[in-house]
């Protein structure tokens, strides 16, 4: 897979994640390490695009 295609590729599951946090961030029921997951996940995938 071409670099380009690899970094598209994670910027979009990076924006996936920060679509989870967005709706779950006021969901009791989803516990706070989860949320926490997600929101880790959003700059390393950035990163790893980069």
Request: net charge negative; proline share 4%; with cysteine.
């Amino acid at each position: 897979m071409p670099w380009t295609d690899q970094a598209h590729l994670l910027l979009h599951k990076a924006d996936q994640d920060a679509v989870i946090v967005r709706r779950s961030i006021d969901d009791a029921e989803i516990s706070d390490e989860i949320v926490g997951f997600h929101v880790q996940q959003v700059p390393e995938k950035c990163h790893n695009a980069v």
